[in-house]
T-cell receptor
Framework: DAKTTQPPSMDCAEGRAANLPCNHSTISGNEYVYWYRQIHSQGPQYIIHGLKNNETNEMASLIITEDRKSSTLILPHATLRDTAVYYC???????????FGSGTRLLVRP | DSGVTQTPKHLITATGQRVTLRCSPRSGDLSVYWYQQSLDQGLQFLIQYYNGEERAKGNILERFSAQQFPDLHSELNLSSLELGDSALYFCASSVEGTGISTEAFFGQGTRLTVV
């Protein structure tokens, strides 16, 4: 599975958009980009995933660059409850396993 | 609530002992994954079962073993426990379609403390 690089920490103000970048320059054509988050020591929570098109759901938007070498997770209106560690993962469909990196610790400030 | 149930929530045991962690996947999910999260190692993939068969293996120690039963629940057995095995152990489940990329749902974990 391709390796991902994320900033170790970020912060944003409550109510503003949080844009979390991820670099996956060695991604292959059959690898998806997944985002999960972990609030404190709870089980990781799925956020969104995509292959090459931008995706949006009720939680977030995922923007993948045209060359697929990087992506950005956007939380449009961050709340204090969005404070968590966010993991960007690339995964081959047939691999069936998620390899977590170090993630980005997002702090949402009041 | 993810629908994945892990028991027990907390476990304290002595070095050299053996423990069993249990996971009940979401209804209808055929795949079960086990992860270990310690302070210095992050989330480490251990093993995956699909419909009773081992599908993928990660950094699982020989002292650890797992199985998935016909009712699809899974157990992770940890033996000859060492202090370094103290960690959060997460179970996740998903529906694995034929080549369809799907999401995994995680339980709340079992916190194992080895003293």
């Amino acid at each position: 599975d391709a390796k991902t690089t994320q900033p170790p920490s970020m912060d944003c103000a409550e109510g503003r958009a949080a844009n979390l970048p991820c670099n996956h320059s060695t991604i292959s054509g059959n690898e998806y980009v997944y985002w999960y988050r972990q609030i404190h020591s709870q089980g990781p929570q799925y956020i969104i995933h995509g292959l090459k098109n931008n995706e949006t759901n009720e939680m977030a938007s995922l923007i993948i660059t045209e060359d697929r070498k990087s992506s950005t997770l956007i939380l449009p209106h961050a709340t204090l409850r969005d404070t968590a560690v966010y993991y960007c993962i690339v995964r081959v469909v047939s691999s069936y396993k998620l390899i977590f990196g170090s993630g980005t610790r997002l702090l949402v400030r009041p | 609530d993810s629908g994945v149930t892990q028991t027990p929530k907390h476990l304290i045991t002595a070095t050299g002992q053996r423990v069993t962690l249990r996971c009940s996947p979401r209804s209808g999910d055929l795949s079960v994954y086990w992860y270990q999260q310690s302070l210095d190692q992050g989330l480490q993939f251990l093993i995956q079962y699909y419909n009773g068969e081992e599908r993928a293996k990660g950094n699982i120690l020989e002292r650890f073993s797992a199985q998935q039963f016909p009712d699809l629940h899974s157990e992770l057995n940890l033996s000859s426990l060492e202090l370094g095995d103290s960690a959060l152990y997460f179970c996740a489940s998903s529906v694995e379609g034929t080549g369809i990329s799907t999401e995994a749902f995680f339980g709340q974990g079992t916190r194992l403390t080895v003293v």
